[in-house]
């Protein structure tokens, strides 16, 4: 058989083995994401949307805790917080993080790693605006991260906020979103044994083609 053939043959027996089919099926990751999102949200007892965040801060050290992600974007994965919080000032700072999703009802998980980037114009504003009174009116009175006396004291801010801002008070300019949008993409499925399923889709920057890989569980 001639090199060429051989080195054909080889390829098409790699490909065999890389292919994904089931949960693992599609050509978009966030398209994958979504719908193992989707499949969550209808057994998860709460919160199918925590994620644990990890940044990092000035000194190198890490920083982790659990959000609730908002929208799985054509090009990232959102989430709100304050940008004068630890995170927000680490994001900020560092310009990249990574979170994890786990659902235990499905015994799944999905890893995100990459760049990040601000979502604080319309987008920002029209989630702001879909949220309950009281928590727009806590994400102005909150200092969110910075030491804090006593709850009375913060709910006496409240209080002043409230007044001061009215029932349709506008998004903080302190406050808004972070997408993360990722060169890394892990897809983990639980196997009997520990032989679990895992599949990480990487590209070399944010937008560019994606290569999938299968790995070792």
């Known amino acids: 058989m001639p090199p060429a053939d051989i080195a054909d043959c080889r390829e098409k027996r790699r490909k065999k083995t890389m292919q994904r089919d089931g949960i693992f099926a599609g050509d978009n990751p966030f398209e ?4 193992w999102l989707a499949e969550a949200e209808a057994s998860e007892i709460n919160d199918p949307n ?6 990092v801060d000035p000194t190198g050290l890490p920083n982790v805790r659990m959000v609730l992600l ?5 090009d990232g994965f959102v989430f709100y917080t304050n940008y004068e919080s630890a995170k927000g000032k680490e994001l900020g700072e560092n310009g990249r993080a990574a979170m994890v999703l786990h659902w235990k009802s499905l015994r799944r998980q999905i890893r995100i790693r990459g760049p990040v980037v601000r ?3 319309e ?6 605006a879909s949220r309950s009174l009281k928590s727009r009116l806590g994400a102005w009175a909150s200092e969110q991260s910075r030491p804090l006396d006593s709850r009375a004291t913060l709910m006496a801010k409240v209080a002043k906020v409230t007044a001061q801002k009215g029932t349709n008070p506008p998004r903080p300019p302190f406050w808004g979103g972070f997408r993360i949008e990722p060169v890394e993409i892990e897809f983990w499925a639980d196997g009997a044994f520990r032989l679990h399923d895992r599949f990480v889709w990487r590209c070399s920057a944010p937008g560019e083609t994606w290569s999938v890989q299968r790995l070792n569980p």
Do not use: N, P, S
């Open 70 to 74: 908002k929208e799985i974007a054509e």
């Open 123 to 128: 987008r920002a504003d029209a989630y702001y």
């Open 32 to 35: 994958i994401a979504r719908c």
């Open 50 to 55: 925590a994620v644990a965040l990890a940044t």
């Open 119 to 121: 979502e604080a114009g």
